[in-house]
């Protein structure tokens, strides 16, 4: 058995404002509608032997995930919630001996939960031709067939060729570290490197045996995260103390760079990481002057740019190469040869404590959603949109008054004992101190405007008594 296992921990900061640390670029409709994230699962649909995937994930994604699991109807995979990121050997350790609860013979199909890939058959037959070399104890990854000179990626040197059906698959030579511009030219026109796309093939049990040689208290460590882990809802919780205990490391370095039996597989597929604005505008189709928009977009004599407007009207004259994205919170204005280095842009912003760096205006939570309007020293404004069949906590906050006004949908409203209905256009008033909770218990989206009023106003004002989500206080 196939076992698909999404590494799923990373935070797109390359492509900030649009992907932040709260909400990353896996679970953003970045192409055409879906979440990189479940295209990443559906691309798999038709391969023979095929389980249920595992995920592993951080514990603020969780319900992210878990939502787009559901929507897309893949209701038996396992999440796995790290509790504090340890790279991708580890992860994958803690999905290895997992995955060996399932099947003793489990094949590990490792994808980062970001990457595009759109030629799906490629993507397939390069599946089925590493499977004949991971099925006999090879560990397998897959080198991206080169189509220009990227300096953001890592690079495969190939080495002899190995025998097999399907695309071709070799030994590997060594795995190079990003090369500045000259040398991936270089690369590119040798023809015997590939990208490094940092997905992998191997029987799990092979795995942790390669990774018991060259990093036993790894292992060790994993195994105790996972024997001491608990179940919280759909969730598997790594248990904190083994997992921080746990060192970190790449899979690159902790076992293929150090293992006698790696293979890599070419991948010609139009394979993309999708790491950096720039990679995003390769990634779509472009109009007569090269250009690249989403929303309400007007330009005037420019060429080669990529414009998004999630707000409102973005227009541009007389430039080229520029990536200019607009949320509802922050503008990015760039050189699109620059878009590498958008990351230090976030950086400086986390130094700052600038809450854009992390949070998207509009925050996602098991039952739906809250979008922040208005913010004053006193009062905020917010549309609150609750999932049909969903509720919020049971909930009091000792510094803020709350004001509902339902918009669509019906709401379900307990206020300090007592419940009752709301329709459009109807309202009501939470008194600062008092018990509350909001549910949608119709067949459409509730959609309410909350106005908070009050001293304040941070979502840490709040103290839960009953919630069937198992969220903490200050969980988002």
């Known amino acids: 058995m196939i076992i698909p296992t999404l590494l799923s921990g990373g935070s797109g900061s390359r492509l ?58 893949i209701e038996s995979a396992g999440i796995l919630l790290e509790p504090v990121g340890r790279n991708t050997a580890p992860a994958v350790a803690c999905a290895a ?33 590493a499977r004949e070399h991971s099925a006999g104890g090879a560990l ?24 097999g059906s399907g695309p071709a698959c070799y030994a590997i030579d060594r ?42 208290l790894m292992v060790e460590q994993c195994q105790l995260a996972l024997e001491k882990a608990r179940l919280d809802l759909d969730f598997i919780r790594l248990d904190p103390e083994s997992f921080e205990a746990c060192p970190a490391d790449s899979i690159d370095y902790a076992v293929m760079e150090r293992t006698a039996r790696g293979v890599v597989t070419t991948l010609d597929a139009g394979w993309s990481d999708i790491g950096s604005w720039e990679a995003l505008w390769r990634a779509q189709q472009r109009d007569a002057q090269g250009n690249v928009t989403h929303g309400d977009v007007v330009l005037e004599d420019a060429r080669d740019c990529l414009v998004r407007a999630d707000e409102g009207l973005v227009t541009l004259l007389g430039v080229e190469g520029l990536v200019v994205v607009e949320t509802a919170d922050a503008v990015l204005v760039a050189d699109k040869s620059r878009s590498q280095d958008v990351k230090k842009l976030v950086e400086r912003l986390k130094r700052d404590n600038r809450r854009e760096a992390v949070f998207h205006p ?64 109807q ?5 600062v101190g008092v018990k509350h909770r909001l549910e949608n218990p119709g067949k459409i989206p509730l959609q309410v405007i909350e106005v908070q009023s009050g001293s304040y106003l941070q979502e840490d004002d709040i103290v839960r008594f009953e919630d069937i989500y198992g969220c903490r206080k200050n969980d988002l």
């Open 427 to 431: 309202s009501t008033y939470i008194p």
């Open 16 to 73: 900030w404002p649009l992907s932040r640390e709260i909400h990353p670029k896996q679970f953003l409709p970045l192409l055409d509608g879906k979440s990189l994230f479940i295209e990443t699962l559906e691309r798999l649909s038709g391969l023979p032997d095929l389980g249920a995937p595992l995920v592993v994930c951080n514990d603020q994604h969780r319900f992210l995930a878990a939502e787009k699991l559901r929507h897309a109807g």
């Open 175 to 216: 795995f190079v570290e990003k090369p500045d511009a000259e040398t991936a030219q270089a690369y590119l026109q040798s023809g015997a490197y590939l990208w490094n796309s940092g997905m992998f093939l191997f029987r799990a049990e092979r795995y942790l045996e390669e990774l018991s040689q060259h990093a036993p």
């Open 97 to 129: 001996l997992k995955a060996l609860q399932i099947d003793p013979q489990a094949q590990l199909l490792v994808m980062p939960a970001d990457h595009l890939i759109p030629d799906v058959t490629a993507l397939h037959n390069a599946l089925l031709a």
């Open 362 to 425: 509009k925050i996602y939570r098991p039952w739906g959603a809250f979008e922040t309007i208005s913010v004053h020293s006193r009062f905020q404004v917010k549309r609150i949109t609750v999932n049909p069949g969903a509720k919020l906590s049971m909930q009091m906050h000792h510094h803020r008054a709350e004001h509902w006004v339902v918009v669509t949908g019906a709401a379900k409203v307990t206020r300090d004992g007592e419940s009752f209905l709301l329709t459009e256009d």
């Open 140 to 163: 397998v990854t897959f080198g991206a067939q080169p189509e220009w000179a990227e300096t953001g990626y890592g690079y495969i040197h190939r080495g002899a060729a190995l025998p």
